[in-house]
Nanobody, 121 residues
Framework: QVELVESGGGLVQAGGSLRLSCAAS????????MGWYRQAPGKRRELVAI???????NYGDSVKGRFTIFRANAKNTVYLQMNSLKPEDTAVYYC???????????????WGQGTQVTVSS
């Protein structure tokens, strides 16, 4: 079993910054993609950013140029640096990881419990 633990959420004023962290632990042979998603009240969960094991990245259109995703493979940790935050960034942010438990296993998708980010105007 694999556990993802997120941290770094909170309340910030518009224009401010936050950094989210997500650490994976448990039975891990390797991790493929890691990513961040968010869900605002009444809305569907959406992609914020994703990063592959080799460092390739992809961002949601609404956060391009403001958010940066990066990872520390040796620590099985992914980060999301959020700058120039806007009230519309307010949501619960979820970490996701595609984890292989062994060299022969298929990758499985795991989710963190979510961390609240609130941006005040």
């Amino acid at each position: 079993q694999v556990e993802l633990v997120e941290s770094g959420g909170g309340l910030v004023q518009a224009g401010g910054s936050l950094r989210l962290s997500c650490a994976a632990s448990g039975r891990i042979f390797s991790i493929n993609a890691m990513g961040w998603y968010r869900q605002a009240p009444g809305k569907r969960r959406e992609l914020v950013a994703i990063i592959t094991s080799s460092g390739g990245t992809n961002y949601g259109d609404s956060v391009k140029g403001r958010f940066t995703i990066f990872r520390a493979n040796a620590k099985n940790t992914v980060y999301l640096q959020m700058n120039s935050l806007k009230p519309e960034d307010t949501a619960v942010y979820y970490c996701n990881a595609e984890v292989k438990a062994s060299i022969l296993a298929n990758a499985r998708s795991y989710w963190g419990q979510g961390t609240q980010v609130t941006v005040s105007s």
